[in-house]
């Protein structure tokens, strides 16, 4: 399992410089600000939370059990970010509920590693 979350962290912090470069240098010249700034704010919490889920990798080799914490920050990613990434590019409005789905995976991913790290005797 940390193996999993080692992968996934290390292809999400790689498609986040990838994802901030192109947006500064491809996107510039084809999106507001405004558009842009969506763009950049999924970038950025794409590379927290592919930072977080090396953590989880470390802290389950240490066998706190914060499985779901990973789950929950990989899927916060994907919902978080990937919306932010397509309502800057299409401008698409319905993409917006999603948003906040990918925030509360966010914050029930930390949350639950609090948790189960609070429970730790280290």
Not at 38 to 66: D, N, R
Not at 96 to 122: D, E, H, M, N, S
Request: hydrophobic fraction near 55%.
């Amino acid at each position: 399992m940390a193996k999993l979350f080692l992968l996934l962290g290390g292809a999400f912090c790689m498609l986040s410089v990838m994802l901030g470069a192109f947006a500064a240098h491809g996107l510039k010249s084809r999106l507001n600000d405004y558009a842009i700034g969506i763009f950049k704010t999924g970038a950025e919490y794409q590379m927290t939370h592919g930072l977080a889920l090396l953590a989880v990798a470390l802290l389950l080799k240490w066998g706190v059990k914060v499985q779901l914490s990973g789950y929950l920050f990989a899927t916060g990613i994907v919902l978080f970010s990937g919306s932010l990434y397509l309502l800057a590019l299409t401008g698409a409005k319905w993409l917006g509920p999603i948003t906040p789905l990918g925030g509360l995976c966010f914050i029930l991913g930390w949350a639950w590693l609090l948790f189960q790290v609070a429970r730790q005797p280290f």
